[in-house]
Every structure is written in structure tokens, then in C-alpha cells.
């Protein structure tokens, strides 16, 4: 089951800090973490600025339902309307959909970091539509519902992917710092040399001797 979710790296709860993320409704994720929002056919969004840990929570789940026997595919979104187009080349598009279909859970990670063509987000439109009501979708972004249009080109069509993904939906939202803008800052600390020391180019090497 995970081998097959294709998830880019093993997530799990165990390994996400709250406390760094005090918005995020922790009580709240580890009812999800049970997998009865997959028997209710619910949809979970994730929305935040890059770094806030959204990925990391999306796989955790996404693990958790592989644990429970459940059937779950992971892709960001880039990638799978890439793929959607290809197959409509190839004339498998109907094949592809049907496959997404079988899935218990979808997880579409970062949308909103590329804007789509009008093809591209009528492939994603279909992807959302087909699994209302049949299926779990778990969404990433860093864009506020307003801010969606920019992306699909289309107001209408951002409405009605926007009124078929919220309709039984958990929403949290990630509000704290960057994880990885953190870890940047404290790794630059840590190499940063002593203070108490002056640069190379200011030390005195003239020797002294004593009389």
C-alpha cells in the first residue's frame, strides 16, 4: 500500500511539532489520523505559506490510511495534470481517470505555485468533480479561495471545483514560521564564526616577544 501511494518521502505524526505550529488544530488531526473522514467521503485543505509543515501532515495521513488498508495515491499538483495531458495525447485519459478513481485518497499537494492553461484546469476540474462524494482528497496550498481564479483562469470553473471540494471538508490553516527558513537561520548560527574573534584581515601579526 505505501510503496504504491509514490510518496516522496515517509511521513508520519510522530514527527511533526506542534508547538511550532500553534494554529494547526492538533486535536483535530489526530481524529483525521483515525481514517473516518475517508468512510464519510470528507475532503481535508491545507492552507499556508511554504514551509509550515502542510506537506508533512498531508503524507502523515496518507500514511495512516496505507496503514488502515487503504488505497492512496500522492501527487503534487504540478505533476498530475503533467501526467493528465499526457494521457490525453495518448488517448488514456479515460483509462488514467478511472485508476484515480479506484483510490480511497488523493493527495494534491501545492496547488497554487504554477498557473494552469484552460485545458490543465479542465483536467483538474475533472479530477475533483469525479471523486465528489466517492472519494477523500487531501488539498495543499498557499492560496487564500480568492486567490484560486489566478490560477484556473476561469472564475466559474474556480467556483464550481471550489463548491465540490468544500462541501465536506476540513480546513486547516498553517499560520506559523517556515520550517525550513528556521532551520536555515539556525544552521547559519551554527557556522558563523565566534564574534569574539576579529576576521582574518583585522588580526595584529606582528609577534610579540617578551623582554
Known sequence: MVKSARFPV???LDTFDFSLQPSINEKLVR???TGE???RKENILLVGNSGTGKTHLASSLGFAGCMQGRKVRFFTVKVLVTHLLEM????QLERTLRQLERQDLLILDEFGYV???KTASELL???VSRAYERQSLIVTT???FD???EVLGCERLTGALLDRLTHRVHIMKANGPSYRLRESKRRLKQNRPDTDDPPDHERDDRQVYPN
Open 10 to 12: 515517509i511521513k508520519t
Open 31 to 33: 481524529e483525521l489520523m
Open 37 to 39: 473522514y475517508l468512510d
Open 88 to 91: 490525453t495525447e495518448q488517448r
Open 115 to 117: 498557473p494552469f492553461s
Open 125 to 127: 476540474f475533472e479530477v
Open 142 to 144: 498557499n492560496l487564500p
Open 147 to 149: 486567490s484560486w481564479t
